[in-house]
């Protein structure tokens, strides 16, 4: 049902089929009683109206119950937020740069791209920033999605588990060619990216690199 590809997916469909079942269960029995008393106290079945008192008993049961659910699901979501606020020490950095309408990503070799490639089975940790208004960095099949500001860093990390190629898109409305902002993030082998992240290592790093020793030479 669900195909995710990152060591959040399993958590996050998690707390979403959760929700959602107990969600379908209350439903289903709170329609299903309204129905019943729909039928069964109707103008024909019970044509005197009767006065129905209190019931500890039950009233207890429909408050200790809801509360301990919502209170599961707070756990699960406040567990699984925990862990996606804190990239491990380890972690391959990237900064991206989303702007109207496309995204950037540095590597920490001056390395730049127009998609995103990663190796499989690392720690990734992604630094966010926009040159313009607000954009959002969303990966579905990584179950991650973070707001991207102007003048402001935020961090999302993730550990891909299987090679593939995914999708990447703006999920902030950013102005009138937002879609441009689909993407790719390439997961590779850790042999095929070290070979990608070696090659070509920048012009623009190499400019930068020309242009301080003209100006340290002057
Ligand atoms: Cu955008």
New binding site residues.
Partial sequence: MFNGASNFSHNVDAVFLFTLIVSIFFLVLITGLMIYFVIKYNRKRNPKATNVHGNMGLEIAWTVIPTILVLIMFWYGWVGYSDMSEAPKDALTINVT?Q??KWGFKYENGKTADSLYVPVNKAIKLNLTSLDVN??FYIPAFRIKKDVYPNQSRMVWFKSDEVGKYDIA?A?Y?GLN?SY?YNKINVLSENDFNEWLATGVSTDSLAVKDSTTQVMSN
């Fill in positions: 989303a109207m309408w954009h959002a703006c902030e950013c937002h902002m």
